[in-house]
């Protein structure tokens, strides 16, 4: 096997569509997953891989600083690519710290522990660091976040991932640390947890339960199918130039409502009800505290200098991706039992 590579958080949601993608694309390569199985991991996402000859999973935390160093040892990684983070908004509001430690100082010991590994050449090294276009703030009603676009983060999660950033950057310029950093927009797909508005919402839906649309739903987001980011992450490991930012994005801005209401639709047509049944479940509740009114990306760089674009439509994407959560309900009710029930009251009681 010619290459080790680290992926950090790849039993989450957008690190298990990067996991397989490299596990079945490179077999010459040897993929370690380092994950530490929060609420948001599951190793069910890997299931149709897991027996992969180039597959091998650590549980470790990379809050700890010791383990990892360790690890580095172990497998002399020749590149990371680095998603293991708290992602969800909501959550940085209610518990900031979760977010400073994991996003903040494992970024750092992962930084330092590639840093003692490679500092005596670093040739053929990559630290790809993946981050989010919410670092950048949130923009007016017209305009794109471009890679030049000043940081402006407005949430602890935001905050937390602008200086994993900073970090990534000045561990560039200060060590010569071999890094790229990509800043992408929402995701949406298979194995999502249903914290997040799409599959929350499926969920919701599929059992009849109210959909909690924040403020006045006017907010907008640009979202971008979950396979078509995992593709844009290999394309830029492998073909992105060093010290280098690239925004990904879908060319896909939807306001709040105007997606629930296309889901509404797809969902209607698909569970064999009536047109409007869904609808008839919106609930306008109280809004995100800081909430950001806009987000869209560019990410005409990454497709002209490196031939990157979406693959799919949002109306096939979608449907994918609903058709995913109906077809498989077991995974869908294991991750909603415990200690989901206890969040979901806690947030929209
Ligand atoms: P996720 O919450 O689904 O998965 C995160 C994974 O990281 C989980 O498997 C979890 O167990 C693991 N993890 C959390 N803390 C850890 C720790 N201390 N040590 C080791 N592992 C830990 O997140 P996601 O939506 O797949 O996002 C992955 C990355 O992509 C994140 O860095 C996020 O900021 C970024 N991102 C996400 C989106 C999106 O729309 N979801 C968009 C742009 C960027
Ligand atoms: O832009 C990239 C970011 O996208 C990622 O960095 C984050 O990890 C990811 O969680 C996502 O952040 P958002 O806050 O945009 O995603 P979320 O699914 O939480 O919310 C999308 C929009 O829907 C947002 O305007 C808030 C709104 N919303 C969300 C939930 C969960 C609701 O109206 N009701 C809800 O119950």
Redesign the pocket.
């Known amino acids: 096997m010619n290459k080790t590579i680290l992926i950090t958080g790849g039993a989450g949601f957008i690190g298990s569509h990067v996991v397989r993608l490299f596990v079945t694309k490179y077999p010459e390569y040897k993929i370690v997953n380092l994950d530490a199985l929060t609420y948001a991991g599951n190793l069910e996402n890997l299931k149709d891989i897991e027996k992969a000859d180039n597959y091998i999973f650590e549980k470790a935390d990379i809050t700890d600083a010791e383990h990892i160093n360790k690890l580095f040892d172990q497998y002399k990684f020749d590149g990371v690519v680095h998603l293991a983070a708290e ?4 959550r940085s509001i209610t518990d900031p710290n979760a977010f400073i430690y994991t996003n903040v100082m494992g970024t750092a010991n992962l930084l330092n522990a590639a840093r003692e590994l490679w500092k005596d050449n670093y040739e053929g090294k990559l630290f790809y660091h993946i981050s ?3 670092v950048y703030g949130s923009l007016g009603e017209t305009g794109f976040f471009l890679e030049t676009t000043p940081y402006d983060p407005q949430s602890p ?1 935001s905050a937390s ?1 602008a200086s994993s950033d900073h970090l990534v950057r000045a561990y560039g310029n200060t060590y010569g640390m071999p890094f790229v950093v990509t800043n ?4 949406y797909g298979q194995n999502q947890f249903p ?4 599959p ?1 919402f499926i969920n919701n839906i599929r059992n009849n339960k109210p959909l ?4 006045d ?1 006017k ?1 907008t ?1 640009d979202w971008l199918y979950v396979v078509d980011h995992a593709r844009a992450i290999d394309t830029v490991y492998h073909n992105g130039k060093q010290g280098e930012t690239y925004n990904i994005g879908g060319f896909n801005e939807w306001q ?1 409502i105007e997606l629930i209401k296309l889901l509404c639709k797809q969902m209607d047509e698909k569970l064999g009800r009536e047109a409007g049944t869904s609808e008839e479940l919106i609930t306008y509740v109280k809004d ?1 505290p800081g ?1 950001d009114r806009r ?1 869209a990306i560019d990410a005409n760089k990454i497709k002209n200098e490196l031939g990157w674009e979406p693959s799919v439509t949002f109306e096939e994407g979608l449907s994918i991706t609903i058709d995913w959560y109906l077809n498989n309900e077991e995974w869908l009710n294991n991750v909603t039992s415990g200690d989901y029930q206890k969040y979901y009251e806690k947030q ?1 009681a």
């Open positions: 992602s969800h908004v909501d989010t276009d919410e999660y991932k992408c927009s929402n995701n914290e997040k508005l799409l929350l909690p649309v924040y403020g739903g907010y987001r709040n995100r909430h987000y929209y």
